[in-house]
C-alpha cells in the first residue's frame, strides 16, 4: 500500500473539549472533529473541576465518526490509533464502571462525574502531608509534589471515601484509561505513571511511601489499584494489548484489533507534534534537519488553558520547582523535565473579561467584525502613538503583574502564590484594558523565561521554544517570548492541530514498533524517523527587541523576581502575626 493511502488517528482530550484528527503518513491533515465536554464546579467551593468519562467517550466516538463520514476514508485504511489527554484523575470500578468524585453521600458510588480534572486543587492538605514525607518519590517531582497530580488527590478519595467503596475502586490518570477503554486492557503508560503517579524511575513503586501517607493498601494489593506492577508499563505508541476490542472497535465506527498506541499527557503529545520540525525563517526554509541528539536544545510549550514546558535529555537533570526528571515517557532511555505555568490563556480571559471596559470592548469588536484581541492591539498602537513609545513594553512600564492567580506549578512550586499588581490608577477604560492585556502577556512571558533560567542552570541546554497549542496563534506574545527568553520561537503549522498530530503518531509508533525491538536504539531511531516525517515545517520567529526595550524586559524581569521573594516575606511575616 502506498503511504498516500496509508492514515492514523489522533485523539486529543483537552480541558474542554474531545478532538479527533485523520492523519496521512506524511502528516498532512486530511480533517478534524471537535465535540465540546462538560466541567463541572462547585459554587461553593472554587477549587472544585470534575468531569465525566462517559461524556468524554462520547464525545470521542462523535469526532473519530465524523472524520470518516467526511473524508469517506474506509475504517480499513485507518491503521493505527493514539489518544492524549489531560493529566486528571479518572476512578472507575474493577470492571470500568465509573465512580463519582463528588464530595457528599454519592461519593465512592457508581455514576458519571468521575473524574477529578487536573485543575482541582481539593487536595491541599494531601500534597502538604506528602511532601512532609521526605520520600525520593519528591526527587522526581522537583522536591514538592502538586496538588494537580494524582496521588493527592488519590488519598483525598481515600480520606472521604467509604473503606468499602474506596478498595473497589481502580484510579487512572485520563490518558490510561482512554487506552484501557479502547482496547479492555489495563497496560499503563510510562508517561502518566512516572508523570503523575508517583512511579520512580528506574525503581517503580515505592512501598514505603504509600504506606507512609496512608495508602498501605496499594502494596497490600500489589497496586492492583494503580496498575504497572511488576514494570508492567509502556513507553509512549507501545502496541497496548491486541488494539482496539469489538466494542471500541463497533463505537468508534473502526475494525477491531487496529493498533492502539500506549497513550501521553497532551503536553507531551505536544512535543511529539512540534520539536522535530524544520523551520522556515523570513520564508526561506532552513537546511538543517535536527536529529534526536537536537531534541535536548527545544524546549516544548503546549500553551492553552495553563501551559506546559517540556524538555529532554540524555541524563536526568533535577530542578527545584520543575517536575522529573522523568525517564522513558516518550523515548526509552531518555529523561524529561515539565515545568508549567497552572494559568495561561485562562489568565488572559480572566484579566480581559473581568474588567469593566469588557463590554465596551465587545461591543467594539462586533462593531468591527473583528477579535477582542485585535481591538486591544489596535488601542495598545493608538496608546503607543499617544506616548511617543518605541514599543508595548514601554507603555507599561510602570506597571507590573505577578500573573500566579491560581498558584505557581514551575519554578517555585507553590499553590498558595497569589497574583499582584504594582501601578493601578484611577482608570476603568478601554485603554486600562488594554495596557492590563499587554502586561498580563509580559508577566507570562517573564514567567516562562524564569522556567526557562531555572533549567538551564541546572544542566539543561535550551536553546529555542517550540510552541503548540491555542496561544500560538498569539503573535504578539509569541514576539514576547522570544524578546523576553532571547531565544527563538518555531511556531507550528497549525496552533491547534500539533498536539491532536502527536496522538496520531502515536498510532503510527503502534502500527511500526517491533516487539522484539522494544526499548532499544532501533527503536529510538524509528521513533524520531516518524516524528521527522509526520512533523509539518513551521515558522521561526526571532528575538526582535530593540536595545531599549531589551533593557526594560530586563528591568522587568529583575523586578518580577523580586515580588515573588516580596510575596513570600509578607506571607511570613502575616502567619507570624496570626499565631
Not at 179 to 189: K, M, P, W
Not at 329 to 352: A, R, Y
Not at 415 to 426: N, Q
Request: net charge negative; with cysteine.
Amino acid at each position: 500500500m502506498s503511504p498516500k493511502d496509508t492514515y492514523y488517528i489522533g485523539v486529543d482530550v483537552g480541558t474542554g473539549s474531545a478532538r479527533a484528527a485523520l492523519v496521512k503518513q506524511d502528516g498532512t491533515l486530511v480533517a478534524s472533529s471537535t465535540e465540546a465536554t462538560q466541567t463541572w464546579r462547585d459554587s461553593q467551593d472554587h477549587r472544585i473541576f470534575e468531569q465525566s468519562t462517559t461524556d468524554i467517550w462520547s464525545g470521542i466516538c462523535k469526532t473519530v465518526k465524523a472524520v470518516l463520514e467526511e473524508t469517506k476514508v474506509s475504517p480499513s485504511d485507518v491503521k493505527g490509533l493514539g489518544f492524549d489527554a489531560t493529566c486528571s484523575l479518572a476512578v472507575t470500578e474493577m470492571n470500568g464502571e465509573p465512580i463519582i468524585v463528588t464530595k457528599g453521600d454519592k461519593l465512592g458510588q457508581v455514576g458519571e462525574r468521575n473524574i477529578i480534572l487536573w485543575a482541582d486543587h481539593r487536595a491541599e492538605e494531601e500534597a502538604e502531608l506528602i511532601n512532609s514525607t521526605g520520600s525520593n518519590v519528591l526527587d522526581y517531582v522537583g522536591g514538592v509534589m502538586s496538588l494537580e497530580m494524582e496521588i493527592p488527590k488519590t488519598l483525598w478519595l481515600k480520606r472521604h471515601m467509604k473503606p468499602e467503596l474506596f478498595s473497589r475502586c481502580q484510579f487512572f490518570d485520563l490518558p490510561d484509561f482512554l487506552t484501557y477503554r479502547a482496547t479492555g486492557d489495563n497496560l499503563r503508560s510510562t508517561c502518566s505513571l512516572t508523570c503523575k503517579c508517583s512511579y520512580v524511575p528506574n525503581s517503580g513503586w515505592q512501598a514505603e511511601f504509600f504506606q507512609k501517607i496512608g495508602l498501605g493498601e496499594f502494596v497490600d494489593n500489589h497496586y492492583k489499584q494503580l496498575g504497572g506492577a511488576d514494570g508492567q508499563i509502556l513507553t509512549a505508541g507501545f502496541p497496548v494489548g491486541h488494539g482496539l476490542s469489538k466494542k471500541a472497535a463497533e463505537e468508534l465506527g473502526l475494525v477491531e484489533g487496529t493498533p492502539v498506541g500506549s497513550a501521553v499527557i497532551d503536553a507531551y503529545a505536544g512535543w511529539l507534534g512540534t520539536v522535530a520540525a524544520r523551520y522556515t525563517e523570513g520564508g526561506k526554509l532552513s537546511e538543517f534537519v535536527p536529529t534526536l541528539d537536537e531534541s535536548k536544545h527545544r524546549l516544548a510549550a503546549c500553551a492553552g488553558t495553563s501551559t506546559c514546558h517540556i524538555v529532554q535529555s540524555p541524563q536526568g537533570v533535577f530542578v527545584n520547582g520543575v517536575w522529573g526528571p522523568y525517564k522513558d515517557p516518550v523515548f526509552p532511555g531518555w529523561w524529561m523535565n515539565e515545568g508549567g505555568q497552572s494559568s495561561t490563556g485562562q489568565l488572559i480571559d480572566f484579566m480581559i473579561t473581568t474588567h469593566p471596559a469588557y463590554g465596551k470592548l465587545k461591543a467594539l469588536a462586533e462593531e468591527r467584525k473583528t477579535s477582542i484581541h485585535e481591538v486591544l492591539h489596535d488601542e495598545l498602537q493608538k496608546l503607543q502613538a499617544e506616548l511617543g513609545a518605541e514599543s508595548f513594553t514601554e507603555i507599561t512600564k510602570d506597571m507590573h503583574f505577578y500573573p500566579d492567580l491560581h498558584g505557581n506549578r514551575s519554578p517555585i512550586a507553590d499553590p498558595r502564590m497569589r497574583g499582584s499588581i504594582v501601578g493601578l490608577a484611577l482608570d476603568d477604560g478601554l485603554g486600562d484594558l488594554a495596557r492590563k492585556f499587554n502586561l498580563t502577556m509580559e508577566a507570562i512571558a517573564l514567567q516562562t523565561r524564569h522556567i526557562v533560567d531555572e533549567m538551564n542552570a541546572k544542566g539543561h541546554t535550551i536553546r529555542s521554544i517550540y510552541m503548540s497549542g491555542g496561544q500560538a496563534k498569539n503573535i504578539a506574545l509569541m514576539q514576547l517570548f522570544a524578546d523576553t527568553c532571547n531565544m527563538p520561537v518555531v511556531l507550528p503549522k497549525s496552533s491547534g492541530a500539533a498536539v491532536v498530530l502527536g496522538a496520531a503518531m502515536l498510532g503510527r509508533f503502534a502500527a511500526e514498533l517491533e516487539p522484539g525491538k522494544r526499548n532499544t536504539e532501533a527503536e529510538c531511531d524509528t521513533r524520531w524517523k516518524i516524528m521527522v516525517d509526520m512533523t509539518p515545517v513551521g515558522t521561526l520567529i526571532a528575538p526582535a527587541a530593540s536595545t531599549k526595550e531589551k533593557k526594560l524586559l530586563e528591568a522587568k524581569y529583575k523586578i518580577f523576581r523580586e515580588s515573588i521573594e516580596i510575596q513570600q516575606r509578607w506571607r511570613k511575616e502575616m502567619e507570624e502575626a496570626t499565631k
